[in-house]
Every structure is written in structure tokens, then in C-alpha cells.
């Protein structure tokens, strides 16, 4: 049956607009009345389901979890085995699942510690490319990852170069990891499509971020990992500045580049720091507005901007014959980001969820 959604204020990616009528009809976004189950919205203002551009997944009850909190859609960057992800892809009603599958990573490199990753990253040089490649796409991901550089051992520049151009040829997206000024270099200079994490030792300049801007480069910065990382700043990564990694999503934002909000959620014990799935997307825009960006273009960063980058045509827009994935607030996020934690109805493929409370 239809739902027929009153008096509600559409975010549209630019605006909110006047008062209106959604109207839900199975998984889509559909037109017109007909026999309907009416809800009075109340003059909330309606999002597009919210994108995470960086989440590690787990498993079901990870999915459960994030759509309470209005994230429809998850964009995983490293989850393993391939069997685990199907499992994720099947779930109707649930946030929905992309992901990069096992990520590329270098001899003796930190994330080798991860269990399901570990050898089955292993990229030995540049010969090993196009295996990697074509594995990973056997195996159903969706774009790939590649960890580049410190604070571990990192691919040489050939390897990267090998791996990205083995992805390109087979149509596919590369987000790179780079936590360091060095390693965004080479990640740049291999011709990523897109960085996630930002520097933590030195702000990106604002050449890089010109540069970057021109190429038509992403940014995902992650500065919920970011701070949870530079608050221990011990071991492989002591000296962990959150300052320069403010600095450079700032430099970034101001030079142009595009930015997608993403998390780093996850629960896995070798991580540098656990961070919350679900309530840890609206942190992320509250540390992207501290940053700089405008409340518009954070909501932008966790609605439009990942579905257009990654390729998501059928979300990212409250339209019809878009996927029905809605998040009903109280407050308007353009004069206090902090109202996107006002969470009174969610709806995920069409699905009504109970959503979570959120401290303001």
C-alpha cells in the first residue's frame, strides 16, 4: 500500500522546499493518491536516506543498527570473506551494502593483522596487479581499495600505479588510504580516484588540494576516525595531530574538492580506535561543519554527493522512481547541522523503521 506522506519540507539537495507531499509506493518513490495509508509529517523536513562513505561491516545486526540511525546506505571499505558481504547484500528493508571487499595491502603493513583481510590483501608488487584485480571483481566488490603508506609499509609506486590502472581497465573506482602527507602524494600521483582519511602528521597544502580540485579528485575524510585516532596518538601512530587533519578537510573544502561523509565505523579489535555505527555519521557532519563546510554542503557530503560519486543513480534524492529511503527530523540542519539528530521516522526501501534517540 501507498504511503502518502503530509506537510513535509524536502531537502533537495540545494534547498528546503515549501511544505509538500511524498509519496511512497513500495520500494520507490512514487506519484499521485489512490487508496493510501496517510502520516501528517508535521512540517518536518524530509532527507534522502543518509550515505556512510566509510563503514567496516560485520555482520546483520550492524545493518539493524545503522538504519535506526537514517543511514540507508553503506559504502564498505574492507570486509572479508566475500561470503560475509553477500549476506549483507540480501537484506530487504535493511541499509543497503556496496563494498570494496578485501583491500590491496603492502608486505609487513599493519592491516595484514586483520583476520579475514590479512593474506588475502597481500599485494607483493606490480606483476600482481591484475590477479588482484581480477579476484576481487570475481568475488563481487564493487569498487576497490588500496592502503597506501604510513604509518606502515606501503606499496612502491609502481605496484600503485599497476593496481589502479588494472581497476580503471575494468571500469572500476580506487579509494586509497592515506593517513599521511607522503602517502596522499603517491596515492595522487597513481591517479586515485578518490583519498579516504586525511593527513594526521601534516596538513594537506593547498597546491595538493588545488590539484586535486582540477583532477576532479574526492575527499573522505573521516575525521570521526581521525579524532579517535590522534586522541591515543600511541604506537604506529603516535604523533597523531587531529589539528592537521581538521586543517586539511578546511584547506580541501575551501580548494574545491568534493567531500562525502564517512565514519570509519567499525568493531574490529586491531583498529586504532572503535568507532559507532550509525550515530557516529551525524558526529561526522558536526566535525565536517567545525572544519568548515557549510551545514548545505555536509548534508550534501552524506546524501547527493556519495550517490553521484560512486554511482548510485537510484538514490540520493527524495524523487520519483528513486529508492524510498527517507529520514524524517525536527529543526532545520541548515541553521544547526545538529538537527539531523532529531530523528522522528525513517524509512529504508520503502520499509518504516523505529529510529534510534540521539543525544543533542
Avoid at 511512497?24 to 556512510?52: K, Q, S, Y
Avoid at 581480477?134 to 606502515?152: F, M, Q, T
Avoid at 604506529?236 to 564517512?262: K, M
Wanted: net charge negative.
Amino acid at each position: 500500500m501507498k504511503t502518502l506522506l503530509h506537510n513535509v519540507r524536502v531537502f533537495d539537495g540545494r534547498q528546503l522546499r515549501p511544505p509538500d507531499t511524498v509519496v511512497i509506493n513500495g520500494e520507490r518513490f512514487g506519484n499521485g493518491a489512490g487508496e493510501a495509508r496517510v502520516v501528517d509529517g508535521e512540517g518536518a523536513v524530509a532527507l534522502p536516506g543518509l550515505i556512510d562513505a566509510h563503514v567496516h561491516l560485520d555482520r546483520r545486526p550492524t545493518l539493524e543498527r545503522l538504519v535506526r540511525f537514517g543511514v540507508t546506505t553503506a559504502l564498505d571499505m574492507g570486509c572479508a570473506p566475500p561470503e560475509l558481504v553477500d549476506s549483507m547484500r540480501i537484506s530487504r528493508g535493511l541499509t543497503d551494502v556496496r563494498s570494496a571487499g578485501t583491500p590491496a595491502i603492502a608486505p609487513g603493513a599493519w592491516h595484514a593483522r586483520i583476520p579475514a583481510l590479512g593474506a588475502r590483501g597481500i599485494v607483493h608488487g606490480a606483476d600482481e596487479a591484475e590477479r588482484f584485480v581480477a579476484e576481487r571483481l570475481a568475488e563481487g566488490s564493487d569498487y576497490l581499495k588500496i592502503i597506501v603508506g604510513s604509518p606502515e609499509p606501503s606499496h612502491d609506486q609502481a605496484t600503485l600505479d599497476a593496481l589502479v590502472a588494472a581497476a580503471h581497465r575494468q571500469g572500476r573506482l580506487v579509494v586509497a588510504h592515506a593517513t599521511s602527507g607522503e602517502a596522499v602524494a603517491m596515492a595522487l600521483r597513481a591517479e586515485v580516484d578518490m583519498l579516504t582519511h586525511v593527513p594526521l602528521d601534516r596538513p594537506l597544502d593547498r597546491a595538493t588540494a588545488d590539484r586535486m580540485a582540477i583532477d576532479g579528485r574526492e575527499l573522505i575524510p573521516t575525521l570521526s576516525m581521525m579524532e579517535g585516532v590522534a586522541a591515543r596518538a600511541a604506537g604506529v601512530y603516535a604523533g597523531a595531530s587531529y589539528a592537521a587533519a581538521r586543517d586539511s578537510v578546511t584547506t580541501a573544502y575551501r580548494a574545491g574538492v568534493p567531500i562525502l561523509a564517512g565514519t570509519d565505523s567499525n568493531s574490529t579489535p586491531e583498529a586504532p580506535a572503535n568507532i559507532s555505527h550509525g550515530d557516529s555519521l551525524h558526529h561526522e557532519l558536526e566535525l565536517l561543519v567545525d572544519a568548515g563546510v557549510s551545514p548545505l554542503d555536509a548534508l550534501r557530503a552524506a546524501t547527493v554527493l556519495p550517490a553521484v560519486h560512486f554511482g548510485l543513480t537510484d538514490r540520493g534524492a527524495v524523487e520519483a522512481g528513486q529508492r524510498a529511503d527517507l529520514v524524517l527530523i525536527d529543526g532545520d540542519p541548515l541553521h544547526d547541522i545538529r538537527a539531523t539528530r532529531s530523528i522522528t521516522r525513517v524509512w529504508c526501501g520503502g520499509v518504516e523503521h523505529t529510529p534510534a534517540e540521539l543525544a543533542r
